[in-house]
């Protein structure tokens, strides 16, 4: 069974760098085609894609955040982190991580089946 | 980057109607297209990928179509447990932008 779990500060003041950890079970970066990525939802708004990593370390980023995003992985203890500089109130909502599978021959890589498994998610309230 | 949208942006409708949910993508992204569910306070859940294959466990009533810019989702018989938020994403390559999310609920 795969299942991921979101963990990470509840509150972060304005200006802090928020660091959040995702760790999964039921699938390894050690098997080729496994990534995850990390979505956001700020309170009754949409859905925002922020950050992708694959088990290659390849890493992919939302445009308009990617000069604050960071993107890691630890293979051996299942994790993911990432990281968002200069924290403010706008950043206030709920962090997801999630996976989805790639295959990529020849440098091209064709992603499987959308963000087919969740975490829970963790909510972050920036505020002073 | 391309850019998703979705009409409606809301609907409401009677259980047992019909609905349909348009995404459109600024540019071509194949069938590269996943819809996902939300209802209130509760995780997204892949209802579809690859533009028109149903997750394993989603019921038959949904339905969903197209390729290239323009998709559809359409659910058949309108039941009270779907009303969500329904959110396209194009994952041809990344950045794997969402749709701004389409709100159903019941008459």
């Known amino acids: 069974q795969v299942t991921l779990r979101e963990s990470g500060p509840a509150l972060v003041k304005p200006t802090q760098t928020l660091t959040l950890t995702c760790t999964f079970s039921?699938?390894?970066?050690?098997?080729?085609?496994?990534?995850v990525s990390w979505v956001r939802q700020p309170p009754g708004k949409a859905l925002e894609w922020l950050a992708l990593?694959?088990?290659?370390?390849?890493?992919y980023y939302n445009t308009s955040l990617k000069t604050r995003l960071t993107i890691s992985k630890d293979t051996s203890k299942n994790q993911v982190v990432l990281t968002m500089t200069n924290m403010d109130p706008v950043d206030t909502a709920t962090y997801f991580c999630?996976?989805?599978?790639?295959?990529?021959?020849?440098?091209?890589?064709?992603?499987?089946?959308?963000?087919?498994?969740w975490g829970q998610g963790t909510t972050v309230t920036v505020s002073s | 980057d391309i850019q998703m949208t979705q009409s409606p942006s809301s609907l409401s409708a009677s259980v047992g109607d019909r609905v349909s949910i348009t995404c459109r993508a600024s540019?071509?992204?194949?069938?590269?297209l996943a819809w996902y569910q939300q209802k209130p306070g509760k995780v997204p859940k892949l209802l579809i990928y690859g533009a028109s294959t149903l997750q394993s466990g989603v019921p038959s009533r949904f339905s969903a179509s197209g390729s290239g810019t323009d998709f559809t989702l359409s659910i058949s018989s309108l039941q009270p447990e779907d009303v969500a938020t329904y959110y396209c994403q194009k994952y041809n390559s990344a950045p794997f932008t969402f749709g701004p999310g389409t709100k159903v609920d019941i008459k």
């Open positions: 990593i694959h088990w290659d370390d390849d890493k």
């Open positions: 540019q071509d992204v194949d069938n590269y």
């Open positions: 039921g699938f390894s970066f050690s098997s080729s085609g496994m990534c």
């Open positions: 999630a996976r989805i599978q790639a295959y990529c021959p020849s440098g091209v890589c064709y992603y499987y089946y959308g963000l087919d498994v």
